[in-house]
């Protein structure tokens, strides 16, 4: 296939984008991904040169070779797991699967002649701007906890203090007790195929218990 040239205009636009992530993204990271954050500037700028600009926003991303479950097996696996933070905060998630499947999905949009995704059956409508990178399947931390024990075969009754869990893991902490439900419109909308679409199939693949 053929890619448009890459001009002089490109590249200062790729270097407004990387002043961008420098000097705005990095000191407002916390604030803008509670709020899927991207300049309308850069989208006009984007669209006036011919580009497609898709800002992901993923949930907690499940795999099964650490990450955010890999911190949270070993209480599990001793009977001692629970709810991290409030039972009734949502916990939006998706499988690395799919999380890796949208952003090729968003690479296909872009470039429909691209074989490789083509073949893939990454064929549908296009996507652009923020994009909501989650399973479809909204559940909340409770239920969370719930499947993961069952899973595992192991009760997960307990829970953890926000503040505790914020305390012993630091930063991390944020990305395991999120509060807001988010749904995959877009993603759906445009016809993307999620392999792992429900949470305890999800986990199952992760932890090779199918």
Known sequence: MAFPPWTEEHEAFR???????????RPNAEQWQEEAYF?????????????QVVSMRFGVVLSG???ALGRMLPPFKLGLGGSLGSRESWFPWIHEDDAVGLLLFALHSAFPDLAELAHAGMR???LS???????????????????????LRRPARLGVPAWALRLALGELADGLVPGQKVVPEKALAAGYRFRH???EGALRACLGRE
């Open 15 to 25: 270097d407004m984008v990387r002043r961008f992530a420098r000097e705005e993204i």
């Open 39 to 51: 300049p309308d500037e850069l989208f006009r700028k984007a669209g006036e040169l011919g580009l």
């Open 65 to 67: 070779r650490g990450g």
């Open 124 to 126: 549908g409508d296009p």
């Open 129 to 151: 701007g923020p994009v909501n990178a989650v399973a479809p399947e909204a559940v909340r931390m409770g239920e969370f906890a719930a499947t993961l024990g069952r899973v």
């Open 197 to 199: 679409p429900r949470l």
